[in-house]
């Protein structure tokens, strides 16, 4: 075979490759999205439609599921308090994964592997087998009912941690001894160089903890009982969508549009913080392999 037959041969089948990764691609997006596209159809039908079969793929355009699921519960209140408990408690796990990885992948003390070891252990216990306990606890402390037992628990991340502290053991130990030699205290230290230096592990573990703040559901609807018809509620958006099941049944249509305004929200969040996002998954893994 001549050098140009050969050279067309590998380009097109370089192009059948790249038509085919698009493809596939392609693919996984419509298997991604199809769920939601079909949770708007439903939201957007007839009552009972949603269990015909073969399913209805296109939307009859019925916003009377939108109106009745608005006024099931008091959406405004419920969105506020997720903010408010996303908001705190992704700040609270900045600080502790900040300062926890920092002492972890920096400083030197006695026992520091060791209680090292500690912390990331929790990462091996499932999180329901501490759910009475940590009901009793929060009982005994006045806690259930408000917005602190919401946040608190979830003020620190094992995986924050871990991920900061990761960060921090790539880095050369001579420029601690530099900044030192230059009169920086170790908190100095901290905040000129170590927080530009581990800024997307923190993007990421912010995005981490934000995204299941807000998708949080079996922690609240324990912690969290206060009469939602009043609007006096510390209870998050998950917990606002149990409100479409009772004894008679589920309503599906009202429940399928209440989820589709509950997520678009984090949905745009998604988008207009993908490059950070993805920036930061890039970089945090450079850091756990180093």
């Known amino acids: 075979m001549s050098k140009p037959s050969a050279s067309r041969g590998m380009a097109g089948a370089s192009r059948a490759g790249r038509y085919a990764r698009r493809a596939l691609a392609v693919l996984i997006g419509v298997a991604f999205v199809f769920p939601f596209y079909w949770t708007v159809v439903i939201s957007l039908g007839h009552p009972g439609e949603f269990s015909n079969f073969p399913p209805v793929l296109v939307p009859h355009w019925d916003w009377s599921n939108w109106s009745r ?8 209140r419920l969105f506020g308090n997720t903010v408010l408990i996303a908001s705190c408690t992704v700040v609270l796990c900045l600080i502790t ?4 990885g920092f002492a972890f992948g920096v400083l030197r003390f006695p026992g520091r592997k060791l ?15 501490l759910i009475i306990p940590d009901y009793v606890l929060a009982n005994d402390l006045h806690l259930l009912n408000t917005y602190w037992i919401q946040i608190i628990p979830w003020g620190a ?28 205290s170790r908190l100095r230290f901290l905040r000129s160089i170590g927080i530009p ?38 209870q998050p958006i998950e917990v606002g969508l149990s409100t479409f099941a009772n004894a008679e049944g589920t309503d599906f249509p009202g429940l ?10 984090v949905m ?7 490059r950070q996002f993805i920036r930061g998954a890039l970089s945090a893994a450079g850091g756990v392999r180093g």
């Open 69 to 76: 699921a608005w006024h099931s519960a008091p959406w405004l």
């Open 197 to 234: 230096m581990v800024r997307p592990a923190l993007v990421i573990i912010a995005i981490n903890v934000f995204l299941g703040s807000w998708n949080s559901f079996l922690w609240p609807v324990i912690m969290t009982n206060t009469n939602m018809e009043s609007g006096d509620t510390v």
């Open 97 to 100: 994964s900040l300062l926890a």
């Open 157 to 184: 991340s094992v995986f924050g941690i871990f991920l900061v502290r990761q960060f921090f053991l790539t880095m050369p130990a001579e420029i601690l001894d530099a900044a030192a030699l230059d009169g920086a």
């Open 268 to 274: 745009v969040f998604f988008l207009l913080l993908q």
């Open 256 to 265: 399928a549009a209440a989820v589709t305004f509950t997520t678009l929200p």
């Open 115 to 129: 209680l090292t070891l500690v912390v990331l252990s929790v990462l091996m216990m499932p999180g329901t087998v």
